[in-house]
């Protein structure tokens, strides 16, 4: 479905929003999505759950926070658990983001952890990415180590009712000139208007700009080269086979083997 609905894709607004587990992401797009009916828009939210033993029962919770949105027709949500979809989290995602592109829903946020380079590339789908973290150097550290911080249109310090935010805003505005940073208290909506005001001035930024069409351009391209590469090592893994495949490997954990003679030696199958 996803196939055949891309040609009547790109009309929607997909605002990621990404970051540490349990940084208040679903709490705060649970906001954002007040934001967007109280303006009147139609909003589709989906959240990628990662299903670890860590943050397990997420799902339940993401239906819970959201549930106030449950029975109004403008928001849809959607969880999507990583369980059951290996290396076929960010295919899936994306494959839901443009069904419901295509479907006429105007904004669509998508909920991903940044924790993992799936979660960075689903990111890199986005039109404006929303970088969430709490107060402290963990958070802002973990964010750092995905490569999300980098790739930020916006931060976001949630839970700046704890200590540390002021310095936490302070660092990420220091670090990252021109990217607004919005502290905000998602659990009792404070500064999650001015989040989502934010939001609209990136995206009003990027059209004035003429950006919007080659930075979709280059996230597709970013698409097309990374599912040709995770093609190519299934097809050299497939053709070598399994475990002649993982002798490969242990060749090279032994040193008998280099790793550019091993690549090209599974590459040739
Ligand atoms: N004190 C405080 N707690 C918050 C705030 N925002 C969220 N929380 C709490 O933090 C916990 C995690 O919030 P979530 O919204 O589930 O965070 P998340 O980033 O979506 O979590 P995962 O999806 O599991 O990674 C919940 O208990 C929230 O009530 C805030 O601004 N201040
Ligand atoms: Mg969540």
Redesign the pocket.
Known sequence: VAAAVFPDTGRAWVVGVT????????????GLVACARAGGARIAVV?V??SSPL?GG?LL??RV?MQGHATDPGVFVRSMATRGYPGGLARATRGAVRVLDAAGWPWIVV?T?GAGQVDVDVAGAADTLVV?V?PGWGDALQADKAGVLEVADVHAV?????PGADETARDLAAARPGVEVVK?????G?GVAALWDAVARHRARLTAAGEVEARRAAGLAHEVRALVEQDALARARARTGGPAFDAVLEEVAARRLDPLAAAMRVSAG
């Not at 349990?22 to 797009?29: I, M, P, R, W, Y």
């Open positions: 970051g540490p587990p349990g940084a208040g992401k679903s709490t705060l797009v649970d959240a759950d990662p943050t997420a919770g993401d926070r909920e952890v969430v709490a949630n839970k700046a009712d704890r905000t208290v998602a659990t009792t404070e």
